[in-house]
């Protein structure tokens, strides 16, 4: 029989083994159940996942991989990950970033799948001593940015489009923006005769130089109410300003606040009416012309008519003076008055149809002047009016 002594030993002993045992298999379960719940986690997720070798083989990675790539884990797993790629280069360039820094971030680049689907992808990587032996492994993540990408190639496309219309368009085109012209085109040059790389540096404050000053303070106004949205702000107007010549030109101005390159501007098209402007200017005149025209005339007509009244009148007193001198004898006394008579109320006939004549001249000649006159050319105000 063993000593008591050694008895104790060996119970204290098995007694720790025990619970070393214990501590194994606790801490076993333990990472049974994290694996588990990391590999729960790994397939869950929205991202690529992935373990690949630097000379393109794909060592281990998720469903959302899989997923990604089109394929399934058999074929993904045996694939030469270079043919992936639709640029070959972009693994070679990803390889060489993590070779020289040791990590890549926000690598984006575009795959194909075996259908031909296009896909784009942001990488994020590094390069571990994972594999066997501590080989170095590259562990990495990867997030499908396809429709981010798409949305900017239409985006891009758009504003190519939108360029093109702005360089061919015969309006005057600006977009302010930042308090500057972000862009303006050729038409806008045409119209004021600065050269689109000379207005392609200026702010609001350069392009408020180019307006009359007697229309910069309502334009200002208007661009600052634009600008700001201001419910009040007139959709058009025009106004006048000095060309690089030195002359005084007319536009329509139509604007609008919009959306330009992901912030607020004001989008601007101009319009020159300055042959419209002298044109109104012309025929406002002409119209009071033709209105004088027409009131001078009717004077004319009023005056006539008076004086063949008048003229009428003198004609029976001259016809009664003469039946009165038939009935006088020759050596008749009275003779003398009615000489006197006649020589006083004949003056005011003679007048009275020289007149007459004058002012049915006067009329015709009013009527043929509005006919002939031609128009004047002359400035008019800010709206319209005469100025």
């Known amino acids: 029989?063993?000593?008591?002594?050694?008895?104790?030993?060996?119970?204290?002993?098995?007694s720790e083994l025990r619970a070393r045992v214990q501590q194994l298999t606790s801490a076993a379960e333990r990472a049974e159940r994290d694996a588990l719940r990391y590999q729960l986690l790994l397939d869950h997720l929205n991202v690529g996942v992935f373990v690949s070798s630097l000379d393109g083989r794909m060592l281990e990675c998720n469903d959302r991989t899989?997923?990604?790539s089109g394929e399934t884990r058999e074929s993904l797993l045996n694939k030469e990950l270079r043919t992936h790629y639709e640029d070959p280069n972009d693994r070679a360039r990803m390889v060489a970033e993590l070779r020289a820094n040791?990590?890549?971030?926000?690598?984006?680049?575009?795959?194909r799948q075996l259908g031909g689907k296009r896909v784009a992808s942001s990488m994020n990587a590094v390069l571990a001593p994972i594999g066997p032996g501590g080989e170095r492994l590259i562990l990495g993540m990867l997030e499908d940015i396809t429709e981010r990408k798409l949305a900017q190639e239409r985006a891009g496309e758009g504003e190519e489009r939108f360029r093109v219309i702005t360089e061919q368009s015969m309006l005057g085109i600006l977009v302010y923006q930042d308090n500057k012209l972000?862009?303006?085109?050729?038409?806008?040059?045409?119209?004021?005769?600065?050269?689109?790389e000379e207005m392609s540096t200026w702010s609001t404050a350069d392009f408020a130089r180019v307006i009359h000053p007697d229309d910069l303070a309502f334009v200002t106004d208007q661009g600052r109410k634009k600008y700001t949205a201001d419910p009040s702000a007139l959709p058009h107007y025009s106004y006048r300003i000095i060309s690089r010549s030195g002359d005084t030109r007319w536009v329509e101005q139509y604007s609008r606040s919009v959306e330009y390159r992901g912030r607020t501007a004001v989008f601007v098209t101009l319009i020159d009416i300055t042959s419209r402007k002298l044109a109104e200017a012309s025929l406002s005149h002409l119209s009071l012309s033709m209105e004088r025209t027409a009131k001078l005339e009717s004077l004319g007509v009023l005056a006539a008519g008076i004086a063949h009244d008048f003229n009428n009148l003198l004609g029976g007193l001259f016809?009664?003076?003469?039946l009165a001198r038939e009935q006088l004898s020759a050596t008749s006394a009275a003779r003398g008055h009615l000489d006197l008579a006649q020589a006083a109320v004949g003056a005011p006939r003679l007048r009275a149809d020289h007149d007459l004549r004058r002012?049915?001249?006067?009329?015709?000649?009013a009527r043929a002047l509005g006919r002939r006159q031609a128009p004047e050319r002359r400035h008019v105000g800010p709206h319209g009016a005469l100025g």
């Open 182 to 196: 972000s862009l303006v085109n050729q038409a806008v040059s045409d119209i004021n005769g600065y050269s689109i």
């Open 66 to 68: 899989v997923e990604m």
């Open 102 to 111: 040791g990590s890549v971030r926000n690598f984006e680049t575009w795959t």
């Open 359 to 365: 002012l049915r001249g006067a009329g015709a000649n």
């Open 1 to 14: 029989m063993a000593p008591p002594e050694t008895d104790e030993a060996l119970k204290q002993e098995l």
């Open 319 to 322: 016809g009664h003076l003469d």
